[in-house]
């Protein structure tokens, strides 16, 4: 499938867990060149970045303060000063804490991963925006799990499903300029979504009886950013081996 | 229909108009107690209180911000000294942001944040353990259409109110609590002055299968529903009332 991804520039936050890693490589086997965030994870920036730049296509990445808008905005500033322009943001949304039972969470806790998970994403779409409006093209993908949909964690649970509605109202707003804004909901991953306290996948549905693997996930992420998605926009795509249905 | 609320104790905030108000009569009308508050509008409260304690009932009307933690924890406390206990909590009270994505102003955003988010976290932790003690309770949150229409700012916080919502009623399933989201549209309300609402200036009742506004009581109907006894297997529901604008 010709993607015409060759040649773009994608944004990837988290390249610390193994969605942002296989997303940011499957980018670079398609030609796009890359700008790669973490917001904590040095040791995994630093190693995807060699990965990504083995592959021939070029690469900048930065560890940043996901936190404060000015933080966020000189990460993408980073990739707009190399590239010029950033085409498609696929925003792995980053988690801030131990998930957590709602008996179990105090409200230093929710609040932070309300923050960096929902308003820390808002920034991150702010920061990309602008330059996607000037060239009248762009994608906006945010990676976000199954807990708004199934319950788990609540702090995660209100972030992620806050996310599927500021995709929506972008979606609405932005589809004149040609952006597209999607989300791919992920579960169903080992080391992803098992923790203690989770919803428990056990009790869900499975009608493929497998955990699922982070290039699946990066599979649909490369679509949507491709052209041939260019009428796709506010939906949440689920990539959980049916585990729930919409 | 018997809704078994009579003598149940009703927390509602922001109950001074609109929908907090017409919950606070209709619970009232079915014989249940009220806890009410608001963060600033007192002699509105009051008027709220009085037309509920006609209906025979006990009423406790309280100021409080419930965006603070220790106000909510004193508002509960006073709801639990005066009646000994919570069994239904209605979180109405909302903030509205609006606009552009790249226009929107961060304090308005926090502020949208803490009162149609954080405060959500503080009263289900203020009541919650009470709830699943009794191994019964109802939590009850009003969300909108705005998330089904692509309206940002409302759409991206009531949809995490939903996602909220969700993860109450799978962790407190187990003690026969329920938490359910009410998503009205097109509903006929009071705005204060300056408070333009974007999704109202959108409505357009010609394309809806009901082509007229909905009320507050229709939507105070749903909520006394939903806290009766035989809704007790229906939980992490988004219901709309909403005149058939939008079918999900």
């Known amino acids: 499938m010709e993607t015409d991804l060759k040649g773009k520039n994608v944004l990837v936050t988290e390249v610390g867990n193994p969605l942002g890693r296989s997303s940011a490589l499957a980018f670079a086997r398609e030609g796009a060149n890359l700008v790669l965030g973490s917001v904590h994870d040095a040791e995994s920036l630093k190693a995807a970045l060699q990965e990504i730049t083995a592959l021939g296509v070029k690469a900048v990445g930065a560890i940043y303060d996901g936190s404060a808008e000015n933080g966020v905005k000189q990460f993408v500033q980073k990739g707009l000063d190399e590239f010029g322009h950033v085409d498609v943001l696929l925003n792995n949304v980053a988690w801030a804490a131990a998930k957590q039972s709602f008996a179990a969470m105090s409200f230093e806790s929710w609040k932070r991963v309300i923050h960096l998970g929902l308003t820390g994403s808002l920034y991150m779409c702010r920061a990309v925006l602008p330059a996607m409006v000037e060239r009248r093209w762009g994608r906006l993908i945010q990676c976000i799990g199954l807990e708004g949909f199934v319950g788990g964690d609540p702090a995660t649970s209100a972030a992620h499903a806050g996310l599927i509605g500021l995709t929506r109202g972008i979606a609405s707003q932005y589809g004149k300029y040609r952006i597209t804004a999607n989300c791919i909901g992920y579960g169903g991953f080992d080391g992803l979504d098992n923790f203690p306290g989770a919803y428990p996948v056990s009790k869900l549905n499975d009608p493929l009886a497998r955990s699922g693997t982070a290039q699946e996930v990066s599979s649909a992420a490369i679509y949507l950013a491709s052209e041939d998605a260019g009428y796709i926009t506010g939906q949440c795509y689920l990539v959980n081996g049916g585990k729930c249905f919409l | ?248």
């Not at chain 2, 009003?142 to 009623?169: D, H, V, W």
């Not at chain 2, 549209?185 to 009742?205: K, N």
């Not at chain 2, 229906?234 to 058939?244: D, E, F």
């Open chain 2, 1 to 248: 229909m018997d809704t078994g609320l009579k003598g149940k104790v009703v927390l509602i905030t922001g109950a001074t108009r609109n929908h907090g108000k017409a919950t606070a009569l209709a619970f009232a009308a079915e014989g249940a107690n009220l806890l009410i508050c608001t963060r600033k509008s007192m002699d509105l409260l009051e008027d709220t209180a009085h037309l509920a304690a006609d209906q025979g009932i006990k009423v406790l009307a309280k100021q409080c911000d419930v965006t603070v933690e220790a106000q909510v924890s004193d508002l509960v406390q006073s709801g639990l000294d005066e009646f000994g206990r919570i069994d239904v909590l209605i979180n109405n009270a909302g903030w509205r942001v609006h606009g552009d994505v790249m226009k929107l102003n961060m304090e308005e955003w926090q502020a949208g944040l803490d009162v149609n988010v954080h405060a959500l976290f503080l009263t289900c932790k203020a009541v919650l353990p009470g709830m699943a003690e009794r191994r019964w309770g109802r939590i009850i949150n009003y969300t909108g259409n705005s998330f089904m229409r692509g309206i940002l700012g409302p759409g991206t916080l009531k949809m995490a109110t939903l996602g909220f919502t969700r993860a109450i009623a799978q962790e407190y399933g187990e003690f026969d609590i329920t938490a359910n989201c009410i998503a009205p549209w097109a509903i006929t309300v009071e705005r204060s002055a300056g408070h333009v609402s974007s999704g109202m200036t959108a409505v357009r009742l010609e394309g809806q299968a009901i082509p007229r506004r909905g009320t507050i009581a229709e939507c105070a109907a749903l909520a006394v529903f939903l806290a009766s006894d035989k809704a007790g297997y229906i939980t992490g529901q988004n219901y709309s009332v909403n005149g058939g604008a939008y079918f999900s």
